[in-house]
């Protein structure tokens, strides 16, 4: 048997390799604390709970999910961008749900891309977006997010050849892993550009409602002009503390979203009905509980990052997402070096910045996914190896 070539352009998902390791290193009874994985510990309210475990119950539920009319999740995906955004989306032809996100964002490179075609995708970046370019076939053209650009990229810096002959281009703000933010004058200056070079602007928005100090990160879709460019992924994941539900959203240009349609009629029957039923009800429903949410990640946030410009590591405090990004201490090796030693010496796993790519070296990452005393814990624990 010889499996295909396209397998050896990009590796597996770090992060199932490292909870098997950290799952190893836990039965040695280490007590590990895991600030890699973007999996916070916030739950779904009871509401949704309950009303995902009712339409789990209810004996009609368990059909293919095309035997369901798919109409009252688009009007609530749709309904949320009107109220949130003020972004009115025609939920038939402009709205597709999506398995998660990650679904869709996997498969809109085959949407986009022939085989050789460029994709520029920004370097350090949710690592997604590299393998879904190269098993579809495309060419990555990284666009580096640096330090003194805010880690916006440079579109001007792309070469006029490149962007001529780029079919997509991947934008994620508030972002993952720099936690940078971009504005409303980036997305404008982004349609100008996409519309010269006629590249599709691909916006992946999943952090909108994790933000802090009275930011709230906007939508590409709502600047003039970006439906005619472009699409931009949300999802329920973070914003409504259910990751597992698999539960997000495609909307923007109707070309896109009917060719995402109908790859998506083939690789799945969509999505499972209690579940459309639960993220219809949590879209609709009420999202005060997200201001306290947010405000448990702000103070998560701050002690971490207090802690470690005491030790003296530089990092920057952003206005939404839960991630720090951080500098390796100088001395300490590369960020792979940095972040197994730590592990090793530790037992406290944060993400090298290498994993997102190679613009990503000299950093680390970390996830404010455990209350603020265990954050404190392995702050206290990080400065026994470096402060
Ligand atoms: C930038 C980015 N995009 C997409 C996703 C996937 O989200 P979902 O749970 O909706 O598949 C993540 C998850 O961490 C992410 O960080």
Redesign the pocket.
């Known amino acids: 048997m010889k499996l295909a070539e396209r397998l050896k352009g990009f590796d597996a998902y770090l992060g199932t390799e490292m909870n098997l390791r950290l799952t190893r290193m836990r039965a040695e009874g280490r007590d590990v604390i895991n600030l890699g994985l973007?999996?916070p510990d916030v739950q779904p309210s009871e509401v949704q709970r309950q009303t995902l475990a009712d339409a789990c119950l209810d004996v009609d539920s368990h059909h293919y999910p095309s035997f369901y009319s798919p109409k009252p999740l688009k009007e609530a995906i749709a309904n949320w961008y009107g109220r949130r955004f003020g972004v009115a989306c025609d939920p038939d032809t402009e709205v597709i749900p999506?398995?998660?996100?990650?679904?869709g964002?996997f498969h809109i490179h085959t949407c986009l891309l022939d085989v050789g075609d460029i994709a520029l995708v920004p370097d350090p970046?949710?690592p997604?977006y590299v393998a879904g370019v190269k098993i579809a076939g495309g060419r990555v053209h990284s666009v580096p997010l640096l330090k003194q650009n805010g880690f916006l990229p440079d579109l001007e810096a792309v070469p006029a050849d490149v962007a001529r002959r780029a079919r997509m281009i991947w934008v994620?703000y508030p972002?993952?892993p720099t936690a940078a933010v971009a504005g409303e004058d980036f997305y404008r200056r982004l349609i100008d550009w996409a519309r010269r070079y006629e590249v599709a602007v691909i916006s992946?928005n999943?952090?909108s409602e994790i933000c802090f100090d009275g930011y709230r990160p906007p939508s590409f879709l709502q600047v003039d002009g970006a439906r005619e460019v472009g699409v931009e992924?949300?999802?329920?994941?973070?914003a409504y503390n259910c990751?597992g539900w698999?539960?997000?959203m495609l909307l923007g240009n109707r070309d896109i979203i009917a060719a995402m349609n109908k790859i998506k009629s083939h690789s799945d029957r969509g999505m499972f009905y209690p579940l459309q039923v639960a993220a219809t009800e949590s879209l609709n429903g009420p999202t005060d509980f997200m201001q306290a949410r947010n405000r448990a990640f702000q103070e998560r946030r701050d002690v971490v990052l207090d802690a470690l410009t005491a030790m003296g590591v530089a990092a920057h405090r952003s206005d939404a997402t839960f991630y720090v990004w951080a500098e390796v201490p100088e001395g300490s090796g590369t960020s792979r070096d940095f972040c197994f030693k730590v592990l090793e010496a530790v037992s406290v796993w944060m993400i090298p910045g290498s994993m997102y790519g190679a613009h990503g070296e000299g950093y680390f990452r970390i996830a404010l996914t455990h209350p603020s005393a265990r954050l404190a814990e392995a702050m206290d624990r990080l400065k026994r190896l470096i402060g």
């Not at 999506?98 to 679904?103: C, I, M, Q, R, V």
């Not at 992924?233 to 973070?238: D, G, I, R």
């Open positions: 973007g999996d999506l398995l998660g996100s990650a679904d964002l970046c949710y997604a994620n972002n993952n992946d999943p952090y992924f949300n999802s329920l994941s973070k990751c698999r539960t997000g």
